[in-house]
């Protein structure tokens, strides 16, 4: 079992930044892909960002290249998605995610574990 705790949403305007942390436990964090997602009221669930077991690989949603960054502390378990520029698009409750796997993921159907999410508001 992983368990996922995400932390550092929160209200923020637009063209602000928010970092958010996902720690994780339970497995040997170096051996999981990890991802994060998001969901707005009334929609689906959508891929933001992903990155490969060692870092080395990630991809990304179109709406958020070039202003999301993820990566991933091996030694400290825990994986970051550095959003600039945000925009009251952006606003949802954002989710981490893991699989055992190598690379970068990017279906909601492809992670195993998920953490309970944390919101991001983005006002304009």
């Known amino acids: 079992q992983v368990q996922l705790v995400e932390s550092g949403g929160g209200l923020v305007q637009a063209g602000g930044s928010l970092r958010l942390s996902c720690a994780a436990s339970?497995?040997?964090?170096?051996?999981?892909?990890m991802g994060w997602f998001r969901q707005a009221p009334g929609k689906e669930r959508e891929f933001v960002a992903s990155?490969?077991?060692?870092?080395?690989?990630?991809r990304y949603a179109d709406s958020v290249k070039g202003r999301f960054t993820i990566s991933r502390d091996n030694a400290k378990s825990t994986v970051y998605l550095q959003m600039n520029s945000l925009k009251p698009e952006d606003t949802a409750v954002y989710y981490c995610?893991?699989?055992?796997?190598?690379?970068?993921?990017?279906?909601?159907?492809?992670?195993?574990?998920w953490g309970q999410g944390t919101q991001v508001t983005v006002s304009s």
């Open positions: 990155v490969s077991w060692r870092g080395g690989s990630t």
């Open positions: 339970g497995r040997t964090f170096s051996s999981l892909s």
């Open positions: 995610a893991a699989k055992m796997w190598d690379g970068p993921l990017q279906s909601v159907n492809e992670y195993n574990y």
